[in-house]
């Protein structure tokens, strides 16, 4: 569950972040720091608010072609384009201004990097002339 998934499925279904949250037992404010990428949530957390969507007739996973739909920057597509620039994990930690201990687990899936970290890295590629999205 990603937090443009999160926020397509609710204005699909017209619900407020005080109606997710009733439904899944999570915070108002919580659902909100997901939402902006503030925070990230906890595994199980993504699966409540996944289940209340499913128990509601609507499947986050079908909003994947819609107009305007990104899950945003993977790690298989940082991989990807890091490696079609020819540049290794600390090459685009540099350029992207993060430390390489971040690149290295990102690309590994083993942490969710916040919102401005993911910018980071969108906006490095971007100047070197790739849309990562878009991959």
């Known amino acids: 569950m990603t937090r443009e ?3 397509a499925a609710r204005s699909a279904l017209g619900w407020s972040r005080t109606v997710l949250a009733s439904k899944t037992g999570l915070t108002v404010a919580m ?3 997901f939402e902006r990428g503030a925070r990230m949530l906890k595994d199980e957390n993504m699966e ?7 128990e509601d007739g609507l499947d986050p996973d079908a909003l994947r072609g819609c107009v305007g739909f990104s899950e945003g920057i993977t790690p298989r597509k940082c991989i990807a384009a890091r490696k079609s620039l020819g540049w290794s994990q600390v090459t685009l930690a540099v350029e992207a201004g993060l430390v390489l201990s971040t690149v290295s687990r990102f690309e590994r899936g083993e942490i969710k990097p916040r919102e401005a970290t993911l910018e980071k890295l969108r906006a490095t590629f971007a100047r070197a002339g790739i849309d990562v999205d878009g991959l």
């Not at 409540?48 to 499913?54: P, W």
């Open 48 to 54: 409540k608010i996944r289940q209340a969507f499913l």
């Open 5 to 7: 998934q999160c926020l």
């Open 31 to 33: 659902i909100g720091f």
